[in-house]
């Protein structure tokens, strides 16, 4: 059974940093393309930041370029996500996604439970 | 990147066929066949129901398909059930310049009445 377990989250001054962590199980974890989706209440989701199985390819939402970083451990299994000068925006339930494959962007085939992530002003 | 552009509520009766429309632009919707959709019940995570455009993964019923046309995707939910009633969302891959981005829509909440 494919697990997803986030980690880092909590409640953090704007411009601070956060490091977030997914520990995976239940799979090949460097056969598959992982992402962070983010959820605010009443406002939906929000695709963040994706990893290819290599990290060959990284991508992030204009909203985060440049203040967050992703990356993996294809050898402990984890997916981090550097999270810098935070602002109040990014305060969300942040989710770590597995793609159906190992190049995929937007096939978010199981998620874990999140971690919430609150920044104050 | 903005956002894909859903309705914000769509309703039906059990039974019923229903259609989710997914606008988005010649950056997404328009150039790829990768849109996929996910159904989220509120306290629970969202679940990947198509991807691909039109593919289904195992275990997702029948009664949900996926299909396109220019800029413009849709979600039909044929035979209406009282478990089909939760918010749902598109989603796309875009690539612009040399960047890779997904874009998610604004979210239908699907009502069955």
């Known amino acids: 059974e494919v697990q997803l377990v986030e980690s880092g989250g909590g409640l953090v001054q704007s411009g601070r940093s956060l490091r977030l962590s997914c520990a995976a199980s239940?799979?090949?974890?460097?056969?598959?393309?992982l992402h962070w989706v983010r959820q605010v209440p009443g406002k939906g989701l929000e695709w963040v930041s994706g990893i290819t199985w290599n990290s060959g390819s990284i991508g992030y939402a204009d909203s985060v370029k440049g203040r967050f970083i992703i990356s993996r451990d294809n050898d402990k299994n984890i997916l981090y996500l550097q999270m810098n000068s935070l602002t109040t925006d990014d305060t969300a339930l942040y989710h770590c996604a597995k793609d159906v494959g190992s190049s995929g962007w937007n096939r978010f085939e199981s998620w874990g439970q999140g971690v919430q992530v609150t920044v104050s002003s | 990147q903005s956002a894909l552009t859903q309705p914000a509520s769509v309703s039906g009766s059990p039974g019923q066929s229903i259609t989710i429309s997914c606008t988005g632009s010649?950056?997404?919707?328009?150039?790829?066949?990768?849109v996929s959709w996910y159904q989220h019940h509120p306290g629970k995570v969202p679940k990947l129901i198509i991807y691909?455009?039109?593919e289904r993964p195992s275990g997702v019923s029948g009664r949900f398909s996926g299909s396109k046309s220019g800029n413009t995707a849709s979600l039909t939910i044929s035979g209406l059930q009282p478990e089909d009633e939760a918010d749902y969302y598109c989603c796309s891959y875009a690539h612009i310049s040399t960047f890779d981005y997904v874009v998610f829509g604004t979210g239908t909440k699907v009502t069955v009445l």
């Open positions: 010649r950056s997404d919707v328009g150039t790829y066949n990768l």
């Open positions: 691909a455009g039109t």
């Open positions: 239940g799979f090949s974890f460097d056969e598959y393309a």
